[in-house]
């Protein structure tokens, strides 16, 4: 424990982003979930070829899906209210945006 030098993932990260977009642009149940499931094929063979730890992959993958999330919430586009990052000249924070 604590002895290895990577963080997360980039390889998990990379192989699963186009698999979850792919999830969040199809309706189907059963195509939704043969895209996630396909999304766990590149970060488990990290963890197959004793590269990463499974937590590694897992947050490697977690960006993956946040990232995707992202881009699909702003072409939704059906909250009025987001909550964006906020950086001054003081310090950075969180802001409450709304849109009417």
């Not at 963080?7 to 043969?34: N, Q, Y």
């Not at 490697?60 to 881009?71: C, E, N, S």
Request: charged share 15%; net charge negative.
């Amino acid at each position: 424990p604590l002895q290895d030098n990577n963080g997360v993932s980039g390889h998990a990260f990379m192989s699963s982003l186009p698999f979850i977009t792919a999830a969040k642009m199809t309706d189907d149940p059963v195509k939704k979930s043969l895209w996630y499931l396909g999304s766990a094929i590149g970060p488990l063979s990290r963890v197959n070829d004793n590269v990463h730890y499974p937590s590694q992959i897992g947050l490697g993958w977690a960006m993956a899906y946040v990232a995707a999330t992202a881009v699909d919430q702003t072409e939704s586009g059906d909250s009025q209210w987001r909550l964006i990052p906020y950086s001054a000249q003081g310090g950075s924070g969180l802001a409450l945006e709304y849109e009417w």
